[in-house]
């Protein structure tokens, strides 16, 4: 069992439920966002409109959430200055710049120039998330990445902040550009990768669901992904959505939880339609109606199955 120190362990206490459960909201996206928000020309999307987007979505899903993620450049503190985010709810802020360095098939993560894991306790959140695009079977450039998690991870042990870490898996060689071929892979790269990472001093992994459910439907193929999952992870973990549908997390969400994940980070499978709806009122009206009734289902179900993050954690 891993041992944190009381600082940071107030930090997952903040993050969390009363049943101990990660019920988070991802509302970080940039690049992604601006594609979302003008698919054609994602340039033209405005700092004030990226900022008016998260503060609607946080305004309307920060109550329902037991932590959001925002980032530093359109959301964090803007949400914190708007007064859209309940002080009972956990804050974790986002590092990295959006996009990475390198080709497609060896991507470094670039981290924000102006901010760092100081200015992130600073502001009063809980949490530093790290995204890491990750290749287990890369040599020097995973070395690389691991290098990364290292140094940030001590510098959270300094300040005594949490270090959430999102690896995530990324198509390497012309086989893998078939969507089928990379579904084989990606079990075994999610599991690795998680064993590698929490081998670090990092205290909560965000995990990509260790299959590809478009390809395997298999219900004890995919709980036994996640048993070697949890099997291999050091500390609690919680399952991304990755822009699938909201129908396609809910069920990660519940097999991962049977599996011992301490519940979810959800991002666009929560709230994506919403950046196609031009009408502020209707936006609102969507967030407040389906997307919020999403998150207490998702919550629901985490509550059911999940294991409270202290299981795999004891204070120093």
């Known amino acids: 069992m891993k041992t944190l120190s009381i600082g940071k362990i107030r930090g997952l206490q903040q993050l969390a439920n009363e049943k101990g459960i990660l019920a988070m909201c991802?509302?970080?996206?940039?690049g992604s966002l601006r594609k979302m928000l003008n698919e054609k020309h994602p340039q033209s999307v405005s700092y004030q409109t990226m900022v008016?987007?998260?503060?609607?979505?946080?305004?309307?899903?920060?109550?329902?959430?037991?932590a959001v993620l925002l980032d530093p450049v359109y959301g964090a503190t803007q949400g914190i200055a708007a007064g859209v985010l309940p002080k009972s709810t956990g804050l974790l802020v986002s590092l990295e710049e959006s996009g990475y360095l390198g080709d497609t098939e060896a991507r470094i993560t670039k981290l924000l120039p102006d901010w760092d894991v100081k200015?992130?306790?600073?502001?009063?959140?809980?949490?530093?998330?790290?995204?890491?695009?990750?290749?287990?079977?890369?040599?020097?450039?995973?070395?690389?990445?691991?290098e990364m998690v290292k140094r940030l991870a001590d510098e959270c042990l300094e300040e005594e902040i949490l270090l959430v870490v999102e690896p995530m898996s990324y198509k390497a060689g012309k086989v893998e550009s078939d969507p089928r071929e990379f579904a084989k892979v990606?079990?075994?790269?999610?599991?690795?990768?998680?064993?590698?990472?929490?081998?670090?001093?990092?205290?909560?992994?965000?995990?990509?669901?260790?299959?590809?459910?478009e390809y395997e439907k298999d219900e004890d193929t995919l709980l036994q992904l996640c048993r070697q999952l949890n099997e291999v992870s050091q500390v609690p973990w919680v399952i991304l959505s990755a822009g699938v549908s909201f129908d396609l997390?809910?069920?990660?969400?519940?097999?991962?939880?049977q599996a011992e994940a301490s519940g979810f980070l959800a991002g666009r499978a929560l709230w994506q339609e919403a950046t196609k709806i031009s009408s502020r009122q209707e936006k609102l009206n969507f967030l407040a109606?389906?997307?919020?009734?999403?998150?207490?289902?998702?919550?629901?179900?985490?509550?059911?199955y999940g294991t409270p993050w202290h299981t795999k954690i004891e204070a120093l």
Do not use: M
Not at 54 to 66: E, F, G, N, R, T
């Open 186 to 213: 990606k079990p075994q790269l999610v599991i690795k990768t998680a064993e590698q990472i929490t081998a670090l001093p990092i205290d909560v992994l965000k995990a990509e669901f260790p299959a590809d459910l």
């Open 52 to 66: 008016e987007f998260k503060l609607d979505l946080c305004q309307v899903l920060a109550p329902h959430a037991s």
């Open 26 to 30: 991802a509302l970080d996206h940039r």
């Open 249 to 257: 997390f809910y069920r990660e969400v519940e097999i991962a939880c």
């Open 289 to 304: 109606t389906t997307v919020v009734k999403r998150l207490e289902s998702l919550t629901e179900v985490a509550n059911k």
């Open 119 to 146: 200015r992130i306790k600073k502001i009063g959140a809980s949490a530093v998330k790290l995204l890491l695009y990750y290749r287990p079977d890369l040599g020097e450039i995973s070395s690389r990445q691991l």
